[in-house]
């Protein structure tokens, strides 16, 4: 698919913020999240259900990232990292379902929360097994249950929450997701799981985000900050790219995981800002 240039930034490398992203890639993602405690959490405007959305859609990236980091493990790749961000992982998905069960929402989205909660009583306790590979494909299997039922639940809070900025934090949030999708596919492939959805999946993955992105891109409602990342973002996705089309070339690994890594960080950072014009 062709893209447009959007600036002047050179695509023959990197750039510096960018770059500092791949080096400084740490678990200070799973730290952005100050979740409040207490008992049920009842917003005074329906913009802010723009914060609950942002949420639920980042559980959408953990259940693929769980499973993206366990690979790795059973992969040798980075292993120390690896490890710390599935446990990270599965912490903030623990904290972030308990934040969005105690939100003022409607019987059916609480009736979806229960679905996501019940599938994760399963997922939970193989994640934080011993990594052998036949558990890679129990839990690839319910991350796709997973996947299904934390979508639900954004729809139904986009749905609550009204108006276009709420449609953009579902769009760039989901960006985050099919950023750990690709990288878990792509390690999944890696271990050995070569049937052909696994490929399939790939092709379809890439060609969403690589739409959400123009989508993005072309929002009436983005400021220059905004642009500016989605630029980087732009940048990031064409290395991406290239480097999930060598799947038979294991030394690849690294690279993957670093790409989608960042991509994942500055996605993060768009969605917050998408969060933030609700409030505006």
Do not use: H
Request: aromatic letters at 8%; a neutral charge.
């Amino acid at each position: 698919m062709e893209r447009r240039c959007y600036t002047a930034r050179s695509r023959v490398g990197l750039p510096v913020g960018a770059a500092r992203r791949l080096m400084t890639w740490t678990l200070s993602l799973l730290t952005i999240l100050a979740l409040p405690g207490g008992t049920s959490v009842v917003y005074a405007a329906d913009t802010a259900l723009a914060t609950a959305v942002n949420v639920a859609g980042r559980q959408r990236m953990l259940s693929q990232r769980i499973v993206k980091a366990y690979c790795e493990l059973g992969l040798d790749v980075v292993p120390e990292r690896a490890g710390r961000e599935l446990k990270g992982a599965v912490r903030l998905f623990d904290q972030q379902l308990d934040y969005l069960q105690r939100l003022d929402v409607n019987n059916e989205t609480r009736n979806a929360l229960r679905r996501v909660s019940n599938i994760w009583f399963e997922f939970k306790p193989l994640a934080l097994a011993p990594v052998i590979r036949d558990n890679a494909g129990l839990l690839q299997a319910l991350s796709e249950e997973l996947l299904g039922a934390s979508q639900r639940v954004v729809e139904l809070l986009e749905v609550q929450a009204g108006g276009a900025v709420a449609r953009l934090v579902n769009i760039s949030g989901r960006q985050r997701m099919l950023s750990q999708r690709l990288a878990k596919l792509y390690m999944l492939y890696s271990w050995g799981f070569r049937d052909s959805y696994i490929n399939d999946e790939i092709e379809i993955a890439k060609r969403e985000f690589g739409d959400a992105l123009e989508t993005l891109i072309a929002a009436p409602e983005n400021n220059d900050e905004i642009l500016r990342e989605l630029n980087a973002v732009d940048v990031l996705w064409m290395w991406f790219e290239i480097s999930l089309e060598l799947k038979d070339a294991r030394s690849f690994g690294l690279v993957v995981s670093e790409s989608s890594g960042s991509i994942l960080l500055s996605m993060d950072t768009i969605t917050q800002m998408y969060e933030r014009l609700a409030f505006n």
